[in-house]
């Protein structure tokens, strides 16, 4: 099974930016599957932050990041990037990368594989 590992999370103030990462344990994984983010914040369900689809590089995000998040890849290192700008409180949540099926601007869902989530905490 493929396996996920994310870092980046931690506390940051509002306005601020976090870089988070998600590694892959394979190599060329990338060119043949999708990842999305996703995350969980305390009382809310899960919620699809963002996705980059394999060989095209297609992205998509949620309504509530655009224009403040960027998806990306570095295919040599397997790893996936999320750069989050301009944070805001309700960012808060622990971040997931997950493999997924689609990725598409109605949403994108998991197709098995998860990492073990980063934390990320936007307050003053």
């Known amino acids: 099974q493929l396996q996920l590992e994310e870092s980046g999370g931690g506390l940051v103030q509002p306005g601020g930016s976090l870089r988070l990462s998600c590694a892959a344990s394979s190599v060329f994984i990338l060119d043949y599957v999708a990842i999305g983010w996703f995350r969980h914040a305390p009382g809310k369900g899960r919620e699809g932050v963002s996705c980059?689809?394999?060989?095209?590089?297609?992205?998509n995000y949620a309504d509530s990041v655009k224009g403040r998040f960027t998806i990306s890849k570095d295919k040599a290192k397997n790893t996936v990037h999320l750069q989050m700008n301009s944070l805001k409180p309700e960012d808060t949540a622990v971040y997931y990368c997950?493999?997924?099926?689609?990725?598409?601007?109605?949403?994108?869902?998991?197709?098995?594989?998860w990492g073990q989530g980063t934390h990320v905490t936007v307050s003053s």
């Open positions: 997950a493999t997924i099926i689609g990725c598409l601007r109605s949403g994108w869902s998991p197709s098995g594989s």
């Open positions: 980059i689809s394999s060989m095209r590089g297609v992205t």
